[in-house]
């Protein structure tokens, strides 16, 4: 189980990963995006890459543990994106980062941010997207 302590988190998290098989969203389907990493000595950080097929609207985005919950609303354009998620173990606090990048856009990424303090073991992170259509 996850022990979460919420805090500000303004870290940035490099990207890496490998691409998934494309996913698309309809109405009323929360799709995932997940990883699993051992917290504990050495880990510095995890990430996982897919890429999703998004129907234009409205989503509710929120990171994925014990409890999930919408941390934030986006509205995006239909189309292919690059949806990532870091975990990066420190000290303190255990940093969650999600990026959704339009493929073939030279503008920024969406991003969610977060804090969380994890137990030694194995954790599932990631976020999800659910659409509000």
């Known amino acids: ?15 890496a990963g490998v691409l998934a098989t494309a996913t698309s969203a309809s109405a009323s389907t929360t799709l995932y995006n997940t990883g699993t990493a051992t917290v504990g ?25 014990s409890a999930p919950y919408v941390s934030s ?10 949806w990532t998620d870091c975990l990066a173990v420190s000290v303190d606090y255990d940093f969650l980062n999600s990026t959704l990048q339009l493929n073939g856009s030279t503008s920024a990424p969406k991003t969610l ?21």
């Open 1 to 15: 189980m996850l022990t979460k302590k919420i805090a500000t988190a303004a870290v940035a998290v490099a990207a």
């Open 41 to 65: 000595a050495g880990l510095s950080n995890t990430c996982t890459s897919r890429t999703v097929n998004l129907a234009a609207g409205s989503y509710g985005w929120g990171f994925y543990d």
């Open 73 to 82: 609303t986006i509205t995006v354009a239909a189309g292919s994106y690059t």
């Open 113 to 133: 941010r977060a804090s969380r303090w994890l137990s030694q073991g194995t954790h599932t992170y990631g976020s999800f997207l659910k659409p509000n259509f």
